[in-house]
C-alpha cells in the first residue's frame, strides 16, 4: 500500500512539475521578450541566419532576433556609426576578418570570454571554442579572449566548367591553336589563353573567357586585385609593410613593386575576354555570372561555390563545375607552405557584441546559439561555408562535396594556404586611397604601371596623416 | 508690444526646431572642419589643425576634379531642363485630346525616391540584362557599358536627372505660363511682332521670378546629388561620375576622415551660397537692365 501511494505521489509529481527543459530555455527564461538586433551583409550565410537559425531561437529561448541583412557597404556604415556613436541599436554585428583590428584598436567590441567567465549561467554547454577551425584565431585579441564568434569562413577559389574543359572538340581546338592541352590554369599565360579561347569561341553564344571581379566604382575590384592576384604574384599584405608605413618600394613595400605590376597587368587584361558586366561586377555579381553560364573559369568567392555546383533554382552550371587551385608565380606555393607567403584569400566573418549593446546577455546566447555544433552542418550546405573542425565530416557536407568537386576537401586540406586580409587598424582608410587609382587602371585612364606607383603614394600618403608607420 | 512678443511666441517653436536641426549640425561641421579627426587613426581624438584642411582641399586632385564634374553636371542639367521643361509646358497648356492623362504620366517621376530612380536606371543599363545595352548595340552598334566608358557613365546620369527632374520644371513652367497677362501678348501680335520677338521681350521677363526660383531649387538639388548616382554608377568608372556629395560621402564614412570631410562641406555649402548668389544678382540685375 505504501509503495502504491509513493509510486502515486511520484507520478502525480511528475506530471504536476514544468517538463524538465533544456540549457537554452532555461538560460532564455529570465530574458523572456527581449529582442535582440543585428546587421549583416546580405550572403547564402546571413541569409540563412536570418531565415533559419533565428527562428529556432526564438522558438527555443523566447528571445526575439532582428536580422537585418543589407549591402556590404550600408552594414559597415551602420555597425560602425552605431558603435562610434554608442547608440545601442545594434546587439550583435557582423564583424569580417578584415574589420575585426579596426574594432578591436577602437574596443568596440565585447570580451566574450570573460563574458562568459562573468556569467556562467549563460554558458552554453554545446559551445566549445576548440572545435571551430583556427580560422576563430582571427577573432582574438592580445590576451586569447574571443571577441566574435565565426559564422562564415570560406577560401576564394579557382572556378572552372568542367563540361567545357573536358569537352574532346574543344580540347582538339585548344591545342590546334595554342600547342598544348586545354586543362584548368596552373599559370598565368594558361589562365589568359583559355580566356582568349572561349571567348572568341562565338559572339552570340554568350560565354566569355573569364569572370574579373573589376567593378570600376566598388571597392570589390581592390581586394581582388590585392588578396587573390597579387598574393599569387607574391605580393603578400596589400604590398604594404605596417611597421615602416611603406607601400612604395623605394621605402621598403612592394605595392608598385614589378610583380605587382606585372600582377595588375595580367589582372586587367583579362577584361578583353571578360562578360560585359565584368567592370560592374562585385563578388555577387561573378558568382551570379559564373552561374549563368556566362563564364568558362574565374576567381568566386567560396561562399557562393556550393549554390553554384548544386541549386538548379538559381545556377544554370549545376554539375558542371570544377574547383581547382588558382594559378601562381613561382615561388608562391613553397613560401606558402613554409608559413611566409600565401597563395590567395581565405575570407569570413564572426558575430561580436558591439560595447553599445543594451542586450549584452541575450546576445551572448545568441551568438553560443549559432556557434554550437549541432547547427552547423546544414547552415554549411546553404551556404558554403565552414567554421567547426567536424563539419567537414558531416556526411551531408560531404555529400555535397561531391557535388561540389571537392569545394570543402580543398578548404580543409589547403585553407592553410590561404589567408585573409592583413592586421591593418587602418584597412578601410588605406583601401579608399588606394582603390580609385585601381578603379582608374580598370578603365584605362591610367597604365598598371602609373596606378600602382600613384596608389602606392596615396597609401604612404595616407599611412603618414594617420600616424602609422616611421613615416 | 503686445503684436510682437505674440508674434515671437508663435514663431518660436519654428525657430527652435530649426536651430536644432540647421543650426546646431552647421555649427558642428564648422567646428570639425579646423580639426584632424579621424576615429581609425593611430590617435583617434580630434587634433586641432587650423586652416589645414581647407588648405589641403586646394591641392586636393580629387576633391577639385570633383568640384568639376559636378559644376559640368549641373550645367548640363540645368540648362536642359530648363528649355526641354518650357517646351513640354508650352505643349501641356494647349489644347488637346488626353491633356489630363500626359500631364499626369509626365508627372509620375517626381513621385518616385532618386534611389529607386537610380536602381531602376541602373537595371535598365546592365549589359547583358538591361534593354538599353541591347538598343544602343542592336539600333546604333553602340558598346554600350557604363561601368567601362567614363563617357556613356556620364551622359547617362545626365540624361536620369534630366527625365528625373524636368517634371518639376514643366509644372513650375506651367504655373508662369498660365498666369501671363493676355493684353501684352496680344498687342505685341497685333503690332506684327515674332514668336520669338515676343518670347524673349514679353514671355521671358514676366516668366524671371518663376525661372529663378527654378533654377534656384534645381541648382541646388543638382550640386547636392547623390543617391540616384550612388546607385547607378557608385561614383565610377573610376572617378568620372564622383560628384561632390559621393566624394564627400567617401570620405566622411567609409574613410572615417571626419575633419576633411566637413572642410569639403563647408566649402561646398560656400560655393553653393555663392553660386546662387551670382545667378540672382545676374538675373535680377538683367531685369533691372531691361527696365
Redesign the interface.
Known amino acids: 500500500m505504501l509503495k502504491l501511494m509513493l509510486a502515486t505521489s511520484a507520478i502525480a509529481l511528475a506530471l504536476a512539475a514544468p517538463a524538465r527543459a533544456d540549457f537554452w530555455s532555461d538560460a532564455g527564461a529570465k530574458l523572456q521578450g527581449v529582442t535582440i538586433r543585428g546587421v549583416s551583409e546580405s550572403t547564402p550565410p546571413s541569409n540563412y541566419v536570418r531565415d533559419v537559425l533565428a527562428p529556432q531561437f526564438t522558438e527555443k529561448t523566447g528571445i526575439k532576433v532582428e536580422f537585418e541583412t543589407t549591402s556590404w557597404d550600408q552594414m559597415f556604415d551602420k555597425a560602425i556609426k552605431d558603435m562610434e556613436a554608442n547608440s545601442g541599436i545594434y546587439d550583435f554585428v557582423y564583424i569580417e576578418q578584415d574589420i575585426i583590428y579596426s574594432y578591436l584598436a577602437r574596443d568596440f567590441l565585447v570580451d566574450l570570454t570573460q563574458l562568459m567567465q562573468d556569467k556562467p549561467e549563460l554558458a552554453a554547454p554545446e559551445f566549445k571554442v576548440e572545435e571551430f577551425t583556427t580560422f576563430i584565431d582571427n577573432f582574438r585579441g592580445e590576451d586569447g579572449h574571443i571577441f566574435g564568434v565565426p559564422m562564415e569562413a570560406f577560401i576564394k577559389v579557382y572556378l572552372y566548367r568542367k563540361d567545357l574543359f573536358e569537352d574532346p572538340a574543344h580540347k582538339d581546338a585548344f591545342k590546334a591553336k595554342y600547342g598544348y592541352d586545354l586543362a584548368p590554369a596552373t599559370t598565368f599565360d594558361q589562365w589568359r589563353d583559355n580566356a582568349e579561347y572561349f571567348a572568341n569561341l562565338s559572339q552570340d553564344d554568350e560565354l566569355w573567357g573569364t569572370t574579373v571581379q573589376a567593378s570600376s566604382g566598388h571597392p570589390a575590384a581592390f581586394y581582388e586585385f590585392f588578396e587573390s592576384i597579387a598574393p599569387t604574384y607574391g605580393v603578400y599584405d596589400w604590398g604594404i609593410d605596417a611597421a615602416k608605413g611603406a607601400a612604395t618600394v623605394e621605402k621598403g613595400g612592394r605595392m608598385n613593386s614589378p610583380e605587382a605590376k606585372e600582377a595588375l597587368r595580367f589582372w586587367v587584361g583579362l577584361l578583353d575576354f571578360a562578360p560585359p558586366e565584368a567592370t560592374a561586377s562585385t563578388w555577387d555579381e561573378v558568382a551570379s555570372t559564373f552561374a549563368a553560364g556566362r563564364a568558362a573559369q574565374g576567381w568566386v568567392y567560396g561562399e557562393n561555390a556550393a549554390w553554384v555546383a548544386t541549386n538548379p533554382e538559381k545556377s544554370t552550371v549545376v554539375g558542371k563545375v570544377g574547383v581547382a587551385m588558382p594559378p601562381m608565380a613561382e615561388g608562391v606555393m613553397e613560401a606558402a607552405e613554409k608559413g611566409e607567403g600565401y597563395v590567395g584569400y581565405y575570407d569570413g566573418g564572426a558575430f561580436g557584441i558591439p560595447h553599445s549593446s543594451k542586450n549584452k546577455e541575450a546576445a551572448l546566447l545568441w551568438l553560443q546559439f549559432i556557434g554550437q555544433p549541432s547547427v552547423q552542418a546544414d547552415w554549411a550546405v546553404a551556404g558554403s561555408r565552414v567554421v567547426h573542425q567536424a563539419t567537414f565530416d558531416d556526411p551531408k557536407v560531404k555529400e555535397v562535396d561531391a557535388k561540389a568537386d571537392g569545394y570543402f576537401t580543398m578548404m580543409k586540406d589547403k585553407g592553410h594556404l590561404f589567408k585573409g586580409a592583413p592586421a591593418f587598424p587602418f584597412h578601410a582608410q588605406v583601401r579608399e586611397a588606394v582603390a580609385p587609382f585601381i578603379y582608374e587602371a580598370i578603365v584605362g585612364s591610367l597604365t598598371p604601371e602609373d596606378a600602382l606607383d600613384q596608389a602606392a603614394a596615396a597609401a604612404e600618403a595616407e599611412l603618414a596623416k594617420l600616424g602609422y608607420g616611421a613615416n | 508690444m503686445r503684436n510682437t512678443t505674440t508674434g515671437w511666441l508663435l514663431i518660436a517653436p519654428t525657430l527652435f526646431i530649426l536651430f536644432v536641426t540647421g543650426m546646431l549640425p552647421f555649427l558642428y561641421v564648422l567646428a570639425v572642419g579646423f580639426f584632424?579627426w579621424?576615429?581609425?587613426?593611430?590617435?583617434?581624438d580630434p587634433q586641432f589643425s587650423g586652416v589645414n584642411n581647407f588648405r589641403a582641399l586646394v591641392f586636393d586632385a580629387?576633391f577639385l576634379k570633383s568640384l568639376w564634374l559636378t559644376l559640368k553636371f549641373t550645367l548640363f542639367v540645368l540648362v536642359s531642363q530648363l528649355v526641354i521643361g518650357f517646351f513640354l509646358a508650352k505643349m501641356l497648356l494647349r489644347d488637346m485630346p488626353l491633356k489630363g492623362l500626359f500631364r499626369t504620366i509626365h508627372t509620375l517621376p517626381l513621385m518616385i525616391a532618386p534611389i529607386a530612380v537610380g536602381a531602376t536606371w541602373r537595371l535598365m543599363t546592365?549589359?547583358?540584362?538591361g534593354p538599353i545595352?541591347h538598343w544602343m548595340q542592336q539600333w546604333f552598334d553602340v558598346?554600350y557599358?557604363?561601368?567601362?566608358?567614363?563617357d556613356q557613365a556620364f551622359a547617362t546620369v545626365v540624361v536620369m536627372d534630366i527625365w528625373h527632374w524636368t517634371p518639376l520644371v514643366t509644372l513650375t513652367l506651367m504655373a508662369g505660363l498660365s498666369n501671363l497677362p493676355d493684353e501684352p501678348l496680344e498687342q505685341a501680335r497685333i503690332d506684327g511682332a515674332s514668336e520669338w520677338r515676343i518670347f524673349w521681350d514679353i514671355t521671358l521677363p514676366f516668366l524671371k521670378p518663376v525661372v529663378l526660383t527654378t533654377v534656384f531649387i534645381r541648382l541646388m538639388d543638382a550640386l547636392r546629388t547623390v543617391d540616384e548616382v550612388w546607385m547607378l554608377?557608385?561614383?565610377?568608372?573610376?572617378?568620372?561620375?564622383?560628384f561632390i556629395g559621393l566624394h564627400i560621402w567617401?570620405?566622411v564614412?567609409?574613410?572615417?576622415?571626419y575633419g576633411y570631410g566637413s572642410a569639403m562641406s563647408l566649402i561646398t555649402l560656400y560655393l553653393t551660397i555663392v553660386m546662387c548668389w551670382l545667378l540672382y544678382v545676374a538675373m535680377t540685375g538683367m531685369k533691372e537692365k531691361t527696365r
Open positions: 584632424d579621424n576615429t581609425f587613426a593611430q590617435n583617434p580629387a546592365v549589359p547583358g540584362l545595352p558598346n557599358i557604363l561601368s567601362r566608358f567614363p554608377t557608385g561614383g565610377g568608372p573610376g572617378a568620372e561620375t564622383r567617401r570620405v564614412f567609409p574613410k572615417t576622415d
